[in-house]
């Protein structure tokens, strides 16, 4: 093979590659249904302005693939070999657009080096993926790189072999200048405006400023070191004197409601797994979804005065449990840390004579749920295992098991003064995080 074909395939994936670039952009931006001469250059510019610097990427990799092969010296394999990788990086980027627009749909930016060290594994991914990942999106992913090197390869034989190509310049530079005023002028104030950025150089850029250690964001804000003991843990203060009907005064008054507890009351904490405040009749919300709890609400408290930095169950738990902060990524706290400093809520009323138990229709293995609740005060456990119920998917069975799990515990011991804490199973949108709204009532 020689040099001139190895270019040549160089020169050409390159093409391709800024084409193919330039279609995904323009999937994104869509095509107007009538295209009038107006029409038609608005959305040129427009086009342009969001893939500029993706042609500018397919540019600055072909200038590359050309200095490696100059460097080579052999005009034989070594050459023909660079050409062929060049070819396989370039449809594996094209594979990459197509999955970065689709992530930019959904989340509103490109997929960066901290994103995916916040994830942490692909298995806190894996009923997403699996849920998306269908047979046709298996095709097209596999196909499109064959299709492209096909292209490539085919381009590569039936096009003669010209002594120069300096005519690749003039579309390059017509493109850039027309993408970068089309930027500049109806783009830099759009809330869309980082889908103008290439998704292979935000991931690249954001991985080099991590190993690097450049340091992006800085706080310059003082604060008196007196602040941090807001963070310490509740198990290092004194213990509260206060009897429980005191305690639930207390907390009645912190959401504003007057709470006559001259016994100690029973409690029962419902968390309504994912479920979005916006959209719950309970808080407010558009539609009447959830009647029976909002007659319940009458005899409780309902917090709605509330932040939910990351949308994740596991430090939900951790936070409305032990009243502590969750890390700020993906993982799992109760897998990572079971055994976190820290004094629960169930611990406080068990102390105080109450029998306790944690109910939900899902399974406690599910990130080391089980092995994180036990001693923290927790009578009893119960999850999918003991409340008999059919599966009704992977994340566990029906809400009602749980309810009926929840009335079994409390009457066997009527007598006595209870708390009882809820976790119902998933129903929320796949692609909408949204905080866990928890439901406190008292019982006589």
């Known amino acids: ?112 080096y901290p994103l995916l060290a916040l994830v ?56 850039l200048i027309l993408g970068g005023y089309g930027f500049s002028a109806a783009w830099t104030t759009r809330q869309d405006r980082q889908i103008a950025e290439n998704p292979q150089w935000v991931l690249i850029s954001s991985w080099w400023q991590v190993v690097s250690g450049d340091v992006t964001v800085g706080l310059t804000d003082q604060f008196p070191a007196a602040d941090l003991a807001d963070f310490d843990p509740i198990g ?13 005064r207390r907390v009645g008054a912190r959401f504003g409601r007057k709470v006559d507890a001259p016994r100690p009351p029973n409690v029962i904490l419902v968390v309504l797994e994912s479920v979005a405040a916006r959209w719950a009749g309970l808080n407010g919300g558009p539609y009447d979804s959830t009647p029976v709890l909002e007659a319940e609400s009458a005899h409780a408290l309902v917090a709605d005065n509330f932040y939910a930095h990351i949308g994740r169950s596991s430090n939900s738990l951790v936070a409305i449990l032990l009243s502590a902060y969750p890390k700020l990524d993906f993982r799992d706290v109760t897998e990572e840390y079971p055994h976190l400093t820290g004094t629960s809520l169930a611990s406080v009323f068990r102390d ?34 003991q409340l008999g119920c059919p599966l009704i998917s992977s994340w566990g069975v029906e809400d009602r098991c749980m309810v009926d799990g929840m009335i079994d515990f409390i009457t066997q011991a009527p007598g006595r003064p209870f708390f009882v804490m809820g976790w119902t199973t998933q129903t929320h949108h796949p692609y909408e995080p949204t905080p866990d709204v928890p439901l406190l009532t008292f019982q006589r």
């Not at 196909?143 to 085919?154: D, Q, W």
């Not at 290092?236 to 639930?248: K, L, N, Y």
């Open 1 to 112: 093979m020689t040099p001139s074909t190895s270019t040549r395939r160089v020169f050409w994936a390159a093409v391709w590659l800024a084409i193919t670039l330039i279609a995904i952009k323009a999937y994104y931006l869509g095509i107007p249904a009538a295209l009038a001469l107006t029409d038609f250059g608005n959305y040129l510019r427009s086009l342009a302005a969001i893939s500029y610097v993706d042609v500018a990427f397919a540019a600055v990799s072909w200038a590359a693939a050309r200095a490696m092969i100059a460097l080579a010296g052999n005009p034989g394999k070594p050459a023909s070999a660079i050409s062929i990788a060049f070819v396989a990086f370039a449809a594996f980027a094209a594979v990459y657009a197509i999955a970065s627009v689709i992530f930019f749909g959904i989340f509103g930016g490109f997929l960066t």
């Open 120 to 175: 942490g594994n692909l298995r806190m991914l894996s009923s997403s993926v699996a849920a998306t990942v269908t047979s046709r999106v298996i095709l097209a992913l596999v196909a499109v790189p064959v299709a492209y090197a096909v292209l490539v390869e085919t381009t590569v034989r039936v096009v003669r072999p010209r002594k120069r190509r300096g005519f690749a310049v003039v579309p390059l530079g017509v493109w």
């Open 236 to 248: 290092q203060r004194p213990a509260s004197p206060a009897s429980p009907g005191e305690i639930i």
């Open 352 to 385: 105080r004579g109450y029998r306790t138990a944690f109910v939900t229709p899902s399974d406690l293995a599910w990130a080391e749920w089980g092995p994180f609740l036990k001693g923290r005060g927790f009578g009893e456990l119960r999850d999918l295992h």
